[in-house]
């Protein structure tokens, strides 16, 4: 067998290697190995994916693991005592992915709650919960799910997930920015260096830093989880002095998430877009919103490096080129077709960034955000037609990355030629703060922004959804103080979305 063989073959855990090894052997004694924890997500209305990662010393290079592969045993049980285990299994931890595990079990139940472990040597790691989706053609009567973004660490503690485990949802959807390269000068709590990572020894050290934090460690063992990508998580435009960096980091996120869809060390094209069925209530096209856009910097004109930290360019004719994509062209065929043919009762995107035009005037002037899909509006224009030409679903966006909840009713933007009429709920951030000079650009232009019906750039949280046939509620739960490792949570806001109806109401 020639190497590639033996590796893929090595990854896939196929046959018996001479190179694995057990744990005892495989580190330098026999230290704990699941130090970051267990988690479940990418679940399906039949399958599921288990991930723990082997790390006894989680900020060695090696995670204090040998280069060796490793067997890993899994049950899947349906009690909390794993005494009724319905299915076992073996998989390979291998150095080539930071021994980590990505167990993809198919063939189970519909809407049923699971528990799950892994063993290695002695050692057994803390016993995690996950859910199945309800069948792919019931019609449950309710549904509870979560949207969150933006956890940097350095800002406070992810206590917000304390709260989300008690809501209990069937899942969270973490829009993206689940790690910051940054503290962006906080030192509230310090990240495990404050150089950005570049390596990808680097990049695993800091994915272990967050893994190791114990709010967002509950929420992983007992709640799957949809993860996508945004800037702060891989390196954003790379120039081709930075594509190592990037699959590195792209890498590393797939080595500490519980997803599917990776292939190989170095290969970019990561499928991480998932088309999310809740039975025939509810369809989610969560989005890749990083890996296949075009530059957001398209506009030669860099006339305000220090408005909003440099996120905002004058309005230039380039921006509004037909072929400019935010999504790429395989996969804005794929969300058309999900969006014409959806047959659920809510048709819904989930995004990592804002998707309805916000208009900033300043010094006399029209700029744009240069963060998310206002500096593709060609792209908006085709996915918004595909909303309206959807054969049937009451269509909502989901969105977040600006670290402020809001609520807007699209059918109001006063520019007919920008008018989306979709509502859109923005969740605030797990931490991450929005200082002034970001905020400012957005207060300042409330008043031009009609649409915008809440707007709280001050409290960090996330978003509760809970949907049935007839109405949609969206809950922006806000944590009273993220310095607080057991700060209570408020509800801030509630809106209503009645279907078939337009706008929203609020209602608490
Ligand atoms: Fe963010």
């Known amino acids: 067998m020639n190497r590639r063989g033996f590796l893929i073959r090595t990854l896939l855990g196929l046959g018996s290697s001479p190179l694995l090894l057990p744990l005892a052997s495989a580190t330098a004694g026999?230290?704990?190995?699941?130090?970051?924890?267990?988690?479940?997500?990418?679940?399906?209305?039949?399958?599921?994916?288990?991930?723990?990662?082997?790390?006894?010393?989680p900020f060695?290079?090696?995670?204090?693991?040998?280069?060796?592969?490793v067997c890993v045993q899994w049950e899947l049980a349906l009690d909390p005592q794993m005494s009724r285990v319905v299915r076992r299994g073996e998989a390979t931890a291998t150095p080539v992915f930071a021994h980590s595990v990505h167990v993809e079990i198919d063939g189970l139940d519909p809407d049923r709650e699971y528990w799950y472990c892994f063993s290695v040597a002695?050692?057994?790691?803390?016993?995690?919960?996950?859910?199945?989706?309800?069948?792919?053609?019931?019609?449950?009567?309710?549904?509870?799910?979560?949207?969150?973004?933006?956890?940097?660490?350095?800002?406070?503690?992810?206590?917000?997930?304390?709260?989300?485990?008690?809501?209990?949802?069937?899942?969270i959807i973490h829009l993206g920015d689940y790690f910051y390269e940054t503290s962006f000068g906080e030192t509230f709590r310090k990240h495990e260096t404050e150089k950005a990572p570049v390596s990808l020894t680097e990049f695993r050290r800091r994915h272990a830093l967050y893994k190791m934090d114990r709010h967002l460690k509950q929420a992983h063992a007992q709640i799957p989880f949809f993860t996508t990508i945004d800037n702060h998580d891989a390196v954003e435009d790379a120039d081709p002095g930075q594509f190592a960096q990037r699959a590195a980091a792209y890498q590393a996120w797939?080595?500490?998430?519980?997803?599917?869809?990776?292939?190989?060390?170095?290969?970019?094209?990561?499928e991480l877009r998932r088309r999310i069925p809740i039975g025939e209530l509810i369809q989610i096209s969560l989005l890749d919103g990083r890996q296949f856009r075009d530059k957001k910097e398209v506009c030669?004109?860099?006339?305000?490096?220090?408005?909003?930290?440099?996120?905002?360019?004058?309005?230039?004719?380039?921006?509004?080129?037909?072929?400019?994509?935010?999504?790429?062209?395989?996969?804005?065929?794929?969300?058309?077709?999900?969006?014409v043919e959806n047959t659920a009762t809510w048709n819904v995107i989930a995004s990592p960034g804002p998707f309805l035009p916000f208009r900033y005037q300043h010094d006399g002037k029209e700029l744009r955000y240069i963060g998310a899909w206002d500096v593709y509006p060609a792209n908006r224009t085709r996915v918004a037609s595909a909303l309206e030409s959807a054969r049937s679903g009451h269509p909502l966006i989901l969105s977040g990355?600006?670290?402020?909840?809001?609520?807007?009713?699209?059918?109001?933007?006063?520019d007919p030629g920008e008018r989306v009429p979709v509502v859109e709920f923005v969740t605030s951030s797990v931490t991450a703060n929005w200082p002034e000079p970001l905020a400012r650009p957005i207060t300042e232009n409330l008043p031009y922004n009609k649409h915008v019906q809440f707007y709280e750039p001050d409290m960090r949280g996330y978003a509760l959804h809970d949907v049935s046939a007839a109405e949609w509620k969206t809950t922006f739960r806000a944590v009273e103080n993220v310095r607080d490792a057991a700060s209570p949570a408020i509800n801030l806001a509630e809106f209503l979305v009645e279907r078939g109806e337009p706008g929203l109401t609020r209602t608490g």
């Open 30 to 57: 026999s230290a704990y190995p699941f130090t970051l924890g267990i988690a479940s997500g990418d679940v399906t209305d039949s399958a599921a994916v288990l991930w723990t990662r082997l790390a006894p010393d």
């Open 60 to 69: 060695a290079a090696d995670g204090g693991m040998s280069p060796v592969g």
């Open 122 to 171: 002695a050692h057994q790691s803390p016993i995690g919960r996950t859910k199945t989706l309800p069948n792919a053609d019931s019609c449950p009567e309710s549904f509870r799910f979560i949207t969150a973004s933006c956890q940097n660490y350095t800002h406070g503690y992810f206590v917000a997930y304390e709260h989300m485990i008690r809501d209990m949802p069937d899942f």
């Open 254 to 270: 797939y080595e500490h998430m519980p997803v599917r869809g990776y292939s190989l060390p170095g290969d970019n094209h990561f």
């Open 300 to 339: 030669e004109n860099n006339d305000y490096p220090d408005y909003g930290f440099g996120n905002y360019r004058e309005r230039c004719e380039l921006v509004f080129d037909e072929n400019r994509s935010m999504l790429g062209k395989d996969q804005e065929q794929w969300l058309t077709r999900n969006l």
């Open 401 to 414: 990355d600006v670290h402020s909840f809001w609520a807007v009713d699209g059918a109001q933007i006063e």
